[in-house]
């Protein structure tokens, strides 16, 4: 018998959620109303990125299950179907090895107005910033690439050198840990953390530390 799930998918016209079985798995589905979720900015894919979760969270309650990648679209259910019957010995290995586990995503952002203002006042950038405004425009362009490259390399070392302060406590209480994408500057990281039970209350004690800390 083909299970529904009592929540919303992406589709807002064909939002029905269910599973398609084979064997002992099944990949649950719903209508897509996008073939390519890539290159979306952050507040575009905020709501798909809800509504994912909030399907993966309502599966858990009843099932073991594993994540699939946001934004992975297959053209139909025969696809689904063929990829059950190649996978199915894999996912029950993987299933069998995560029982009792749950993958966490932690995104870390910063007030980016903030952080440009201190990068202004940085001496190399604050005097070439000086220099440019004291000549015309038309005699500037290659200081303001050369400006833009500075504040960008500053950003970027900044960001890095928060990360190395963020990602260790963090990796003290997971099993396992991978850096997902980041989507646009005002992230300074974005992690998936694979926890245990015991994990999951670290992972709090971690974030209050990083919070009281930061």
Do not use: C
């Amino acid at each position: 018998d083909q299970v529904v799930f009592e929540v919303a998918g992406l589709d807002d016209h064909q939002d029905e959620v269910y599973y398609i079985p084979h064997g002992q798995v099944a990949a649950v589905v719903g209508a897509s109303p996008l073939a390519d979720y890539r290159g979306m900015q952050r507040n575009e894919a905020a709501r798909y990125l809800v509504a994912h979760q909030r399907v993966l969270e309502t599966v858990m309650r009843d099932y073991p299950v594993l994540p699939v990648k946001f934004g992975t679209v297959l053209p139909d259910e025969g696809r689904v179907r063929h990829l059950l019957e190649q996978g199915e010995p894999l996912f029950r290995t993987a299933l069998a090895k995560l029982a009792g586990q749950v993958q966490m995503e932690v995104v870390v952002l910063w007030n980016l107005p903030e952080v440009f203002q201190q990068i202004g006042q940085e001496e190399p950038i604050a005097l070439l910033k000086a220099q440019i405004d004291s000549n015309p425009p038309e005699e500037t362009l290659a200081e303001w690439v050369a400006l833009g490259e500075m504040v960008k390399a500053s950003l970027e070392g900044r960001r890095a050198a928060l990360s190395d302060r963020l990602l260790p406590p963090l990796r003290q209480v997971a099993l396992d840990m991978a850096l997902n994408p980041l989507m646009d500057d005002s992230m300074v990281t974005n992690v998936a953390l694979l926890l245990n039970k015991a994990g999951r209350g670290a992972l709090d004690e971690q974030l209050a530390k990083l919070d009281e800390a930061f």
